[in-house]
């Protein structure tokens, strides 16, 4: 079983739709949580950044951590075709800082 | 990305050959990080370098892969002997320091490493 696990999709939805993406997770040391986007041919780039539990908001985007359940979400709010690309959550411990365990990418596609 | 250099963008090797992978971090950030995606797969973690310093090579294959950070220029991958299943995009990031909550890892764009 993967450490972090993340349905790959494609998730296709509609453009000013919510997009709702996810990742479980089995190791209950991760403490630091971070969604990225990474569209085709180029690099992760960094979303959203949370440490521990709860929510934050940034923009269209908000990141929850439930880790009693271990799940982490990310939810885009009035999505637009510039959305479209591959999230990718990440995680680690405290003590692990930099050595990030990925999941393995959900693919958006949002169609105007 | 912005400021995260990798070069070359692509890498076509023969197998057996090497292949050179180089990272500059951004400004003032003195932690390196190299990970590998292989098609349909996440990134893996391979090696954290500070200058002149590994500090973590848990994710670095036993053999032919190394990597350095010199003092002066470029962190470096190196990949002796390759083979096809070395075929990945190669990624690096850097931090401004370890274990601080401000300082999550930036991405370059990678080199696509092809070994035919």
């Known amino acids: 079983q993967k450490e972090v696990e993340q349905d790959p999709g494609p998730l296709s939805v509609p453009e000013g739709a919510i997009v709702s993406l996810n990742c479980t997770y089995s190791?209950?040391?991760?403490?630091?949580f971070m969604w990225y986007r990474q569209y085709s041919r180029k690099g992760p780039e960094l979303l959203m950044y949370?440490?521990?539990?709860g929510n934050k908001e940034d923009g269209r985007f908000t990141a929850q951590v439930d880790k009693s359940s271990k799940y982490i979400s990310l939810f885009i709010r009035d999505s637009q075709p510039s959305d479209s690309a591959t999230y990718l959550c990440?995680?680690?411990?405290?003590?692990?800082?930099?050595?990030?365990?990925f999941g393995a990418g959900t693919q958006v596609v949002v169609t105007p | 990305n912005a400021g995260v250099m990798q070069n070359p963008r692509h890498l076509v090797r023969r197998r057996g050959q090497e292949a050179r992978l180089r990272c500059s971090p951004m400004?003032?950030?003195?932690?390196v990080y190299w990970y590998r995606q292989l098609p349909e797969e996440g990134l893996k973690f391979m090696v954290y370098?500070?200058?002149?310093?590994?500090?973590?090579e848990s994710g670095m294959p036993k053999e032919r892969f190394s990597a350095e950070f010199p003092k002066e220029g470029p962190s470096i991958l190196r990949i002796q002997q390759v083979v096809r299943g070395d075929s990945a995009a190669y990624f690096c990031?850097?931090?401004?320091?370890?274990?601080?909550?401000?300082?999550?890892?930036?991405f370059g764009n990678g080199t696509r490493l092809t070994v035919t």
């Open positions: 400004k003032g950030h003195s932690h």
């Open positions: 949370t440490y521990s539990s």
């Open positions: 990440a995680m680690t411990p405290t003590d692990s800082w930099g050595k990030l365990q």
């Open positions: 990031a850097s931090s401004p320091a370890a274990g601080a909550r401000n300082s999550p890892l930036h």
């Open positions: 370098l500070q200058k002149e310093n590994i500090i973590d």
């Open positions: 190791n209950s040391a991760f403490q630091y």
